[in-house]
């Protein structure tokens, strides 16, 4: 069984779309990530949810909307795609809510790439 | 505020040889330190983690690290370098309480030549 599931794995599309990037885990973790990661591998978090409530959210633009329908979920949406929102997207889960040393459990990736 | 810093974008070394990937972190309060491995269009994997039980730590694959609080290091090492080593290593730091992000290092690609 996979621990965390995103789909699509890949997604390809033209500029202005909107699209969605679902993930699942089945760890019953209830703290759940979205990080983007550039072409040069830079790894920056996006958003974390806990308990389906938003905990972090960093600095991104607006067109990016996390949508937790239940813990074991974390959907991402990303409206009015530019080319700049090319790159690998991972969502992770962790046991804790940040207190612990739990680490965080990522899924395979989605690589976007805007046309 | 926290961060890391990996010394060294590129790393390569001979296939049987020590494998050393530095990671110099900052961190106002005692932090929590990880090693994560990434292989070719795969997720984060995690090799090992810091939490301030025992300062030499023992990961997966025979990798382990050694938090150095002197030195504000975690630097991961593996006495004999194999081929499936080959991936991008990426360290990471975040405090030891708190709801804060784990905040990782730009990652170095590790290079094993036969």
């Known amino acids: 069984d996979t621990a965390v599931s995103q789909t699509p794995k890949y997604l390809v599309t033209q500029m202005g779309n909107d699209k969605s990037i679902k993930c699942e885990q089945n760890?019953?973790?209830?703290?759940m990530y979205w990080y983007k990661q550039d072409s040069k591998k830079f790894l920056k978090i996006m958003f974390s949810y806990n308990n389906k409530e938003l905990i972090i959210n960093e600095t991104v633009p607006n067109r990016f909307s996390p949508k937790s329908p239940d813990k074991a979920h974390l959907n991402l949406h990303i409206n009015s795609l530019e080319l700049g929102d090319s790159a690998v997207y991972f969502c992770a889960s962790s046991q804790d809510l940040g207190t612990g040393s739990y680490e965080q459990y990522f899924g395979p990736g989605t690589r976007l790439t805007v046309t | 505020a926290q961060s890391v810093t990996q010394l060294g974008s590129h790393v390569s070394v001979s296939e049987g040889a020590l494998v050393l990937l530095r990671c110099n972190y900052s961190s106002s309060v005692p932090p929590y330190l990880f090693w994560y491995v990434q292989y070719p269009n795969q997720g984060l994997q995690l090799l090992l983690k810091y939490t301030s039980a025992a300062t030499l730590v023992k990961g997966i694959n025979g990798f382990e690290a050694e938090f150095k609080k002197s030195e504000t290091s975690f630097h991961l090492t593996k006495p004999s370098a194999h081929m499936s080593d080959a991936a991008e290593y990426f360290c990471a730091v975040r405090p030891n309480f708190g709801n804060e992000k784990l905040t990782f290092g730009t990652g170095t690609r590790l290079t094993i030549i036969p």
């Open positions: 760890l019953g973790h209830d703290t």
